[in-house]
């Protein structure tokens, strides 16, 4: 498992966060010097958090040290959500098998994070609701019991989450059709309904990639 110290995972999340803001576009340079004015640190966590970046495909360097965002494609990106239909798919469907970790610990914090992405979405503070949707469907992948399903999601999911930004900025989209799609699909975990559950998550995933395409 990825171990980070505290300055190294609140720097990797703020520059996430950059990203998603639109601080920077697709096959922009980075560098070192820049990111530590803007955090005002040190280069040295700055370095330790850009490592741990590049590793998860976030963030992209050359061999001779050139550190730049990566440039994304609809077709990739079209991959990535068929990677997470079936991660997200598999850990939905081993804890509504009841294999997962107990619906008492799962569900109250879905619904935490369903809430605050509502709210959010309502006062257009598209940071926090994108930290908050990744949180919701990181939760999912949690209810599976499965430490190395979550470690592996997590590397998709952040580079997922990144050039769904880059290629559309939050201020240009709609986020209600987020919000339904974790209402729709708590409403089919809280009735028990697996195939529901999966359906919804499904819609939720594919209306993603549908959004970007218009």
Do not use: W
Not at 40 to 53: D, G, M, N, Y
Not at 62 to 75: A, F, T
Not at 160 to 186: E, M
């Amino acid at each position: 498992m990825r171990i980070k110290s505290n300055l190294d995972e609140i720097l990797y999340d703020r520059i996430i966060e950059s990203l998603i803001s639109g601080d920077y576009v697709m096959g922009e340079n980075i560098t070192l010097d820049e990111l530590a004015r803007r955090f005002e640190v040190s280069r040295t966590p700055v370095v330790q958090a850009v490592k741990l970046l590049v590793n998860d495909g976030i963030l992209s360097s050359m061999s001779n040290g050139r550190l730049y965002v990566p440039e994304y494609s609809l077709d990739t990106v079209r991959e990535m959500c068929e990677v997470r239909r079936l991660l997200e798919g598999y850990a939905l469907g081993e804890f509504m098998a009841g294999r997962g970790r107990p619906a008492g610990e799962i569900v109250p914090t879905l619904e935490d994070y369903a809430s605050q992405c509502r709210r959010l979405a309502g006062e257009t503070r598209y940071v926090e609701f994108a930290t908050a949707d990744r949180k919701f469907h990181r939760t999912l992948v949690e209810a599976s019991g499965n430490g190395v399903l979550l470690e592996t999601y997590s590397r998709v999911q952040g580079r997922f989450l990144v050039a769904n930004y880059l290629i559309r900025p939050p201020r240009t989209r709609n986020l209600s059709g987020t919000v339904a799609g974790h209402d729709a699909i708590l409403g089919a975990i809280s009735s028990g309904d697996a195939e529901a559950a999966a359906a919804a998550l499904h819609e939720h995933i594919v209306g993603v990639l549908n959004a970007l395409s218009v």
